[in-house]
């Protein structure tokens, strides 16, 4: 390795560790105006390192003057950070007709409580098991097993009988008619498909 080779090679550090002795005096400078230590410490890294890459590109004419260049660079990295700042402007400080708007559409406010006096309404057509068993896994958040622990019943059954309360329930809301079991019907009807299982 050639003696400017390594020269160039260790410059930026050497550079770096000679503007050590300036972080204190740019510390202060950037929390004056800033007015938050982070934001401050922020500044000064920002400025060693552009003047880190400014030394290694020879941009500085006077060595003597080392100080003051890095200074300039440390106010033109204060004024971007000022800057950066003003565009943020917190929700509080905006006026209320600026607010993001949170309130539901009314249409869609409208709508959803027309459907949801249609799946009431489909509800009401379905048998009390139907009903029950469907409140148990979407009102309450049982899980098949739950539901079978609590009622006695095995989990693929109430799985099965879970998949054809959904079916008479969409039936029933898109007006099939085809949901219209009595109690008496539906439990007869289980009471023969778990006959027909067991044989």
Known sequence: MTLNVFQEKNEPRIAGDSLECLRPGLHLLALRTL????????????TLARAVVALARGQLAD????????????????????????????????????????DPDPLAALVSAAERDRVRSALALLPAA???????????????????????????????RKSRALERLRAA?????????????DSTSEKTRMGEQES
Not at 64 to 73: E, L, P, R
Not at 81 to 93: K, S
Not at 131 to 160: F, H, M, N, W
């Open 130 to 160: 139907d009903r029950t068993l469907l409140q148990l896994c979407y009102y309450e958040g049982l899980t098949a097993e739950e539901v079978a622990a609590r009622s006695g019943e095995p989990s693929d059954r109430i799985r099965k």
């Open 63 to 102: 060595p003597t003057k080392t100080g003051a260049f890095v200074a300039g660079i440390a106010r033109h990295v204060i004024v971007d950070a000022v800057r950066a700042r003003q565009r943020i402007v917190p929700l509080e400080t905006l006026p209320l007709d600026h607010h993001p708007r949170t």
């Open 35 to 46: 007015g938050n230590a982070d934001a401050a410490e922020e500044a000064v890294q920002e």
């Open 173 to 185: 809301f898109r007006g099939g008619g085809a949901t219209c079991h009595t109690d008496a019907s």
